[in-house]
């Protein structure tokens, strides 16, 4: 009587255990590559937060599917922040008002928040991250320049006009 095979790890040629990752793992590798990784991480990480699968013809395939759905998300998200990119290319400018004294000098300061704040008024959803402000952030009113980094290196630019708020009294 033939003993039944289960479902057995293969071992790499280092004693570790052989698996497919099906996610990006940081300092590991790239989705579908296969590793060699520790029993106890694969065992206890890996496996457990379905970061990777056992090498079976089946595993393999069902893998293939996966990475051309993700494939399929990241082309339509890339297209999504190109045509972002644009209207923000076309869009005039946005005015952000802040509290300033005589000489034109800030109290506090315009930062990547009040920025994204300006944009998203406008409709364009762009989150404070995405706002690369060089110089740090901006204490004195006037026009500035300001590059946005959308994400899978798209890039647009904005114009940004610090003005001084209205008093009120």
């Given at each position: 009587?033939a003993a039944?095979?289960?479902?057995?790890?293969?071992?790499?040629k280092?004693?570790?255990?052989?698996?497919?990752l099906?996610?990006d793992?940081?300092?590991l590798?790239?989705?579908?590559?296969?590793?060699?990784?520790?029993p106890?991480y694969?065992?206890?990480y890996?496996?457990p937060?379905?970061?990777?699968?056992?090498?079976t013809?089946?595993?393999l395939?069902?893998?293939?599917r996966?990475k051309?759905?993700v494939r399929?998300?990241?082309e339509?998200?890339?297209?999504d922040?190109?045509?972002?990119?644009?209207?923000?290319?076309k869009?005039a400018?946005i005015t952000?008002?802040?509290?300033?004294n005589e000489e034109?000098?800030?109290?506090?300061?315009?930062g990547?928040?009040?920025i994204s704040?300006?944009?998203k008024?406008k409709?364009?959803?762009?989150?404070?991250?995405?706002?690369?402000l060089?110089g740090?952030?901006?204490k004195?009113?006037?026009?500035y320049?300001?590059k946005?980094?959308l994400?899978?290196?798209?890039e647009?630019e904005?114009k940004v006009?610090?003005?001084?708020?209205?008093?009120k009294?």
């Amino acid at each position: 009587m033939a003993a039944r095979q289960r479902n057995q790890v293969l071992k790499g040629k280092h004693g570790g255990m052989q698996l497919v990752l099906t996610e990006d793992v940081t300092h590991l590798g790239k989705q579908g590559e296969l590793v060699e990784v520790k029993p106890g991480y694969g065992r206890n990480y890996l496996l457990p937060k379905g970061l990777a699968t056992v090498p079976t013809e089946h595993n393999l395939r069902l893998l293939e599917r996966y990475k051309v759905r993700v494939r399929q998300a990241l082309e339509a998200r890339v297209a999504d922040l190109k045509a972002l990119a644009e209207q923000i290319n076309k869009l005039a400018g946005i005015t952000v008002e802040a509290n300033a004294n005589e000489e034109g000098h800030l109290y506090g300061s315009v930062g990547a928040p009040e920025i994204s704040r300006g944009l998203k008024s406008k409709n364009l959803h762009v989150e404070p991250e995405m706002v690369q402000l060089e110089g740090g952030v901006i204490k004195e009113i006037g026009l500035y320049a300001v590059k946005l980094n959308l994400g899978h290196e798209i890039e647009a630019e904005v114009k940004v006009a610090v003005v001084k708020g209205q008093e009120k009294k």
